[in-house]
């Protein structure tokens, strides 16, 4: 008989044993390959929207490349959508997706040739309109090594199979996904700001289902140019949260230590890194009787 995993305190911890989710159930629907990307959570998060009728409000304080808000609005898993994101190239993008740019963007995307000296060309660009910032941020999480913005960051040499600055640039693939948005944008508000004053000024909203997913403690700061977050802060925010919420983060002693504090209760899921590592993450639900 295997041990069963002990919290910190030397307590059975909470898992349920899971298998690695398969992602060929859900559609690929952002136009960014987002680092931290939820995608392998997205029939979880299915489970857990699905714990009323139909959620009239879905928060997405992080939003990032933001497939849990695309998805809900797809399946019509909620009646109107809020999406937060403080990075500015990131925000760009969703405020020209979801406004009368989307079209403009689609097409600059299908008839782009990409070189080296074009793309030098756009990066480079002055005085640019919140349209060209969209377009540059699609172009860099496309063409920069593991779709990370962030400083540090570089154009990706060989890429795949030797395909080179081309090997995730899928530009019929993204006119497709940007177009297809555009269905649904009469249910998505996107915020550009800071996710805790959204939560805050939804703190006693019983009717807002918020899906938290901040950047993490640990391999925030190589991934997203906003990276610094206070997670004690946000712990004790989300306890504080009338709706229901599903807050993710790595399964850390940090995290286990401040969810016990705040008297959160988690579960843990198995998933498997880009680089096809198995490791843990927690969820911290305010009730668990969606858990599957
Ligand atoms: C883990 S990622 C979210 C990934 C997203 N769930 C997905 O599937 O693509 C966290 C995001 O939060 C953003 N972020 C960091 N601090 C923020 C803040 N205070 N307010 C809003 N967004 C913030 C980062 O820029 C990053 O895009």
């Known amino acids: 008989m295997t041990n069963p995993q002990l919290t910190i305190f030397g307590l059975p911890c909470p898992t349920d044993k899971k298998s690695v989710v398969n992602v060929s159930s859900v559609p690929q629907r952002s136009p960014f390959r987002y ?4 995608t392998w959570l997205i029939p979880t998060v299915r489970n857990w929207l699905k714990q009323k009728a139909k959620a009239s409000l879905l928060i997405e304080p992080f939003a990032g490349g933001g497939i849990v808000s695309l998805t809900a609005a797809f399946e019509k898993l909620a009646e109107h959508i809020i999406m937060v994101e403080m990075d500015k190239e990131i925000a760009a993008v ?35 309109l919140l ?60 915020i550009s700001g800071d996710a805790f004053e959204i939560i805050a000024q939804n703190i006693n909203n019983k009717d807002a289902f918020f899906f938290i997913d901040p950047p993490y403690t640990v391999a925030g700061k190589r991934l997203y140019t906003h990276y610094e977050l206070d997670h004690e802060k946000l ?42 590592v198995e490791k843990n993450e927690i969820i911290i639900s305010d009730n668990f009787s969606w858990w599957k």
């Open 35 to 38: 680092p931290g990307g939820k």
């Open 94 to 128: 969703w405020e020209v997706i979801l406004t009368d740019k989307n079209k403009w963007l689609a097409d600059k995307i299908y008839s782009f040739q990409l070189t080296h000296e074009h793309v030098n060309e756009e990066l480079d660009k002055p005085d640019k």
């Open 131 to 190: 349209q060209d910032i969209a377009f540059c941020a699609v172009l860099k999480n496309r063409i920069f090594h593991g779709g990370i913005l962030a400083k540090g960051s570089g154009m990706i040499k060989n890429g795949e199979n030797g395909k080179g600055l081309a090997s995730r640039w899928y530009p019929k693939t993204l006119h497709d996904r940007i177009r297809a948005i555009e269905f649904v944008n009469n249910r998505i508000e996107f």
């Open 235 to 276: 712990l004790w925010l989300t306890a504080q949260l009338k709706g229901k919420f599903m807050l993710t983060y790595d399964d850390t002693t940090e995290i286990r230590l401040l969810a016990d504090k705040n008297r959160l209760q988690y579960k843990t899921l198995p998933m498997k890194t880009t680089h096809h």
